[in-house]
């Protein structure tokens, strides 16, 4: 009988041990503590034991129920003080949720949006798949122009290709509306190169359009002046260079002085201390009458950025591929 009262003694206390929740501690309590549980049952079997062993084995019952009682008692307050200490303190500082940020271009997108709003743009936007008449013969480029290549263009068929450039919404702009037209066209454009740290075969461009009666190269020239100086800050230099674009007539590219390394040359401006910003020119007469305008009566100036280019150099960035990774760990610095 004694050896029984250690064994359940022991049971006892590993169970005790073993119970995590008010729930294990109640079944517990039913298993030995209950009006017939395990302990009353020895109490039972008190009867049978012999006269002159009685005493001994009342007295190992009686302690056993009472250690096992006050066990369970201090067991059951532990529990309900820790639950109590659980209630809400509203003076706990909350735990922070991860918030996200916009990408770098889209940032850069918004910045020019506003720059560009504050001079009287609108916003318009056109197809990532094109057809060739709006992205190449609209545009004024020759049936040759080795543009429309396939190196450069990813085709979908013969007529239906992935706009290489934003400037063919030049054109669906002007069919839509009749002069005077002053717009920006954000929006994605692709080309077929080979992907590296300077050049990828998806990129984002802005392109301009303002057409009017006697719209001319020195508005088209302040509007750019104005727009740099409040993009990149106004002690940045700037100079004009003639180039040759089919859809603009004259053409230029607008070259900025390098602000990383104040023209002392570095890579980004590769040792001669301008950086190439933007293409711009005065819409030529063919791409106005393909829009639907009278060159006669309407001029208007266009240009065309790249925005990667123009965050790279905002932001100091080297590679132009980490804007596509979406590499946390890249995007959480904007
Ligand atoms: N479409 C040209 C390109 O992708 C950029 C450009 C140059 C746009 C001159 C224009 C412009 O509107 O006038 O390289």
Redesign the pocket.
């Known amino acids: 009988m004694l050896e029984q009262i250690r064994h359940i003694r022991e049971e006892f206390e590993r169970e005790l041990r073993e119970s995590a929740d008010a729930k294990a501690l109640e079944a517990l309590r039913i298993k030995f503590l209950a009006r017939k549980g395990l302990i009353a049952q020895l109490f039972e079997q008190l009867r049978t034991v012999p006269p002159d062993e009685k005493p001994g084995v009342g007295k190992a019952l009686n302690e056993l129920r009472s250690y096992a009682q006050s066990a369970y008692d201090e067991a059951i307050g532990q529990k309900k003080s820790r639950s109590a200490d659980v209630r809400l303190d509203l003076t706990l500082p909350g735990r922070p949720k991860p918030v996200g940020t916009r990408h770098p271009i889209t940032q850069t997108i918004e910045d020019l949006k506003r720059i560009f709003a504050g001079m009287g743009f609108g916003i318009a936007y056109g197809p990532d798949i094109e057809d060739d008449y709006h992205n190449f013969t609209a ?1 004024n480029f020759p049936p040759e122009h080795p543009a429309r290549d396939m190196q450069d263009t990813f085709f979908i068929s013969k007529n239906v290709l992935l706009r ?4 063919p919404v ?1 054109i669906r702009v002007m069919k839509a509306q009749p002069p005077p037209v002053r717009v920006i066209i954000p929006g994605r ?1 692709y080309r077929n190169e080979a992907v590296s740290a300077r050049s990828h075969v998806i990129f984002h ?1 802005i ?3 303002s057409v009017d009666r006697n719209v001319t190269f020195s508005e088209l020239k302040g509007t750019l002046v104005s727009f740099v100086h409040q993009l990149y800050g106004s002690s940045v230099k700037y100079k004009f260079r003639p180039t040759f ?1 089919p ?2 007539e004259p ?1 230029a590219d607008m070259y900025i002085s390098c602000f990383i390394c104040n023209q002392k040359g570095c890579p980004v401006c590769k040792y001669n201390g301008w950086l190439e910003i ?4 005065m ?1 030529h007469p063919n791409v106005l009458r393909h829009g639907g305008y009278d060159p006669r009566r309407y001029s208007g ?6 925005i990667e280019r123009a965050a790279l150099l905002r932001y100091g960035i080297d590679d132009i591929r980490l804007y596509f990774e979406n590499d946390v760990r890249f995007l959480r610095q904007f």
């Open positions: 545009l290489t450039h934003t400037s030049q454009v461009q392109e301009a359009l674009f859809f603009t053409s933007l293409g711009a020119g819409v100036f266009a240009f065309g950025m790249g």
